[in-house]
């Protein structure tokens, strides 16, 4: 069984920096993208960052500038560090990998079961 498993979500200040960690566990043989998605209340969810094997990154409108996406293949774990927060960053977010358990095998794509960020005063 393949898990990814998130860890750095909170509470911060207008303004403020956190940073999210996502760890792909489990037997595999490879994973090509991940990427991170928030889902707000009363909202759908979106594309916030992705990170490709290569380490090319790809970010929302509402991100660029603020967030950077990085990635560990070593650790099979990806990053999100999220500076200048607005209260609009405010959602559940959730990290997702394109994982293959053995060689041949599909390609699936695996979530993580979200971490809480909340930006208030």
């Known amino acids: 069984q393949v898990q990814l498993a998130e860890s750095g979500g909170g509470l911060v200040q207008p303004g403020g920096s956190l940073r999210l960690s996502c760890a792909a566990a489990g037997r595999m043989n490879g994973i090509v993208a991940m990427g991170w998605y928030r889902q707000a209340p009363g909202k759908e969810r979106e594309l916030v960052a992705t990170?490709?094997?290569?380490?090319?990154?790809n970010y929302a409108d509402s991100v660029k500038g603020r967030f950077t996406a990085s990635r560990d293949n070593a650790k099979n774990t990806v990053y999100l560090q999220m500076n200048s927060l607005k209260p609009e960053d405010t959602a559940v977010y959730y990290c997702?990998?394109?994982?293959?358990?053995?060689?041949?095998?599909?390609?699936?794509?695996?979530w993580g079961q979200g971490t809480q960020v909340s930006v208030s005063s």
């Open positions: 997702t990998a394109d994982i293959r358990r053995y060689p041949g095998s599909s390609w699936l794509n695996y």
């Open positions: 990170v490709s094997v290569g380490g090319r990154t």
